[in-house]
């Protein structure tokens, strides 16, 4: 019988496998360890990688989409004579392929911190030498770096295109630049607003709909108003009606600072002191999705 | 600090005092414990506080007055500390089922610390000590309750603790799943030099099992002490005769010889008032050794009745602390565990 392997008088199979308990003596790494290891399978689960051949093929799918785009337009740069520079600016990339990035977010932030809550998982890492703080942090800047591999990445391959199509390099270095700073923050903001609405519905199928929700409906609400506030040409309320959904924000973060050419209606994008505003609401976005993450880990503890 | 086993007054957990009060309920009351290398039972019922204890034991939730110590560490403060050195196994599932079970643990070891290499090494060396061979590469969700219980324990030892505390570990087991794990619970201290403090509400399934027995109700201790010293001392016999027309009731003829003979006898009048079928005619028969068989069965065959039965019976743990405690309280009281505590906790 499997139980009793350990003893002298095992059945024949089980004494084969008998080598008897081994103690462990080696090294333990502790608690900053612990924290790399969750990030990085947190990181890696992402793109499905350590997990199931079947949840591989979205997240793959998305990062592929987003390169083959970034890559269409570096070979329309490099095939059309008399190009100076890149059919759109570094800053615009994300901005277009927003859905697509929701459609990522959606899907993988559920599977990062809805899995541990609804399989009640969660009670044994913290029962480990990690704290809650370790978890949260580990869990955030595991998603907020998928999404600045999948945003930065076809930025990566526009830069390298427009070298090899030998535009001016100091422009496209800064406009690069630009750019990735841009996605830096998006990748922020979107990664803890999905992880906060995912920890907090934790059912199947239920996260990957809220996250939806929350990156897509507003963004449709907010530019629907917008565009009624361009009809009756009152730039003012388009510029404050941005801060109310996830891309406008970055949006308007990206046209007051970072030499971005808005897309809201008439590119009625904030100036400076409306930017700051916007980058305020940002930053407190990500404070505050950072906070109600460590609530709601509070409660699952043990 | 030194592996447990090898030193015997080395105290695993000591909590001094301890009280746990939330708002509305007192889930811990100036507990008191003082517990040994070894595999200990706590007992009590739903609500007595099992897993508030655990939750402290583990520096996961501040006491509200008195101390514990685990391993020699302070709860308190280096809660951390004990986190590396202790394995916890939940009451509840806690197993992702798109997983298999290497995965699975692999991914807990490192969590606990331990460096890749080791951490698969552990796995497999883990898996197989609790039992689970070529299904631990399948995904969890396909096991059968007792192979998930196996991975549960196999997460909480992969790290190679010096203590493991089990969360009802035989929940939702059938007979035979239960008995191995009880079994694999045994050799967790004897195999692997573990201690163990395994909680459940059935005090039965906990004798046969743990060296000691500790039992808290209503957040404060009941009892604690040495599983041997309820089940070793003496055996209990359980005659059953028939009755005949010179003695219409058998078994009244049978207590008066074996009286004379100076047989004592257990239990209320030596009759097993537990209220099974049967059980006013059942006699139960301290034995102090060959001679007493001898003399049951000598004297029910003067006597010309039947002989139905005549069984050893353990005293189980839950007779002792029923309300015949008192007068065999004396030989529970040991040396090195907690004393029992002042009276004014029975609540219920």
């Known amino acids: ?302 | 600090m030194v592996r447990a086993t090898t030193v015997d007054d080395v105290t695993v957990i000591a909590t001094e005092s301890l009280s746990k009060r939330f708002p509305r309920v007192t889930a811990l009351d100036r507990l008191s414990l003082d517990i040994g290398p070894g595999v200990t039972g706590l007992v009590g019922s739903n609500g007595a506080g099992k897993s508030t204890l655990i939750k402290i034991l583990l520096g996961l939730s501040p006491a509200t007055e008195g101390r514990a110590a685990v391993l020699g560490l302070d709860v308190a403060t280096e809660g951390a500390a004990i986190r590396e050195r202790v394995g916890y196994m939940p009451e509840h599932d806690c197993l992702p089922p798109d997983v298999s079970a290497t995965e699975f643990v692999v991914h807990m070891a490192r969590m606990s610390g331990l460096p890749p290499t080791a951490a698969r090494e552990r796995t497999a060396d883990t898996l197989r000590h609790v039992g689970l061979y070529e299904e631990r590469y399948r995904p969890i969700g396909g096991y059968s309750t007792g192979m998930k219980q196996r991975v549960k324990l196999a997460q909480a030892l992969v790290h190679d603790p010096k203590l493991v505390l089990l969360d009802e570990p035989t929940n939702g087991l059938d007979p035979v799943g239960r008995d191995e794990m009880l079994g694999l619970i045994r050799r967790v201290h004897t195999d692997f030099g573990i201690s163990v403090l395994v909680t459940s509400h059935l005090l039965g399934e906990l004798e046969r099992t743990c060296d000691h027995v500790v039992v808290i109700d209503g957040g404060s201790l009941l009892r604690s002490s040495s599983t041997s010293d309820f089940t070793s001392v003496t055996t209990t016999l359980a005659v059953e005769v028939t009755d005949s027309d010179d003695h219409p009731d058998g078994t009244d003829a049978l207590r008066k010889v074996l009286t004379e003979a100076g047989i004592t006898f257990v239990g209320h009048d030596g009759l097993d008032a537990e209220g099974l079928p049967g059980a006013g005619h059942i006699l139960l028969v301290e034995a102090t050794g060959e001679e007493t068989y001898d003399l049951v069965r000598d004297s029910v065959a003067g006597l010309g009745l039947g002989l139905i039965r005549m069984e050893q019976r353990r005293h189980r743990i839950a007779e002792v602390f029923r309300a015949g405690e008192a007068h065999r309280a004396a030989p529970a009281a040991t040396a090195g565990v907690g004393q029992q505590k002042g009276s004014g906790h029975h609540e219920h």
């Open chain 1, 1 to 302: 019988m499997s139980t009793e392997t350990g003893t002298v008088a095992g059945s024949d199979s089980s004494r084969i496998h008998n080598i008897g308990y081994r103690s462990y003596d080696g090294v333990r790494l502790g608690r900053s360890y612990a924290r790399r290891s969750l990030y990085s399978q947190s990181l890696r689960g992402s793109f499905g990688l350590g997990r199931s051949a079947k949840s591989k093929v979205l997240p793959m799918l998305l990062c592929g989409v987003m390169c083959l785009v970034a890559l269409i337009l570096v070979a329309v740069a490099i095939a059309t004579p008399n190009m100076t520079k890149l059919p759109i600016k570094y800053t615009d990339f994300a901005i277009y392929l927003q859905a697509v990035i929701g459609l990522f977010i959606a899907s993988q932030a559920p599977q990062s911190v809805s899995r541990d809550l609804r399989f009640k998982s969660v009670p044994l890492y913290f029962s480990r030498p990690i704290e809650r703080a370790d978890y949260v942090v580990a869990k955030y800047a595991a998603m907020a770096s998928a999404l600045l591999i999948l945003t930065g990445l076809p930025l990566v391959i526009l830069y390298v295109g427009s070298l090899l199509a030998k535009f001016d390099f100091a422009d496209q270095t800064k406009g690069f630049g630009q750019g990735m700073v841009s996605v830096a923050l998006l990748s922020v903001l979107f990664a803890g607003l999905g992880l906060v609405v995912a920890a907090l519905t934790p059912r199947r199928g239920f996260g990957v709909a809220a996250v939806i929700a929350v990156m897509t409906i507003t963004y449709g609400a907010v530019s629907t108003v917008q565009a009624i506030a361009w009809q009756t040409s009152s730039a003012d309320a388009i510029t404050w009606l941005g801060l109310f959904s996830p891309i406008t924000l970055i949006d308007g973060v990206q046209t007051a600072f970072l030499g971005a050419a808005s897309a809201f209606p008439g590119g009625e994008g904030p100036g400076a002191a409306a930017g700051v505003v916007y980058l305020i609401v940002v930053l407190a976005l990500v404070a505050g999705s950072y906070a109600v993450l460590m609530r709601r880990y509070r409660r699952v503890g043990l």
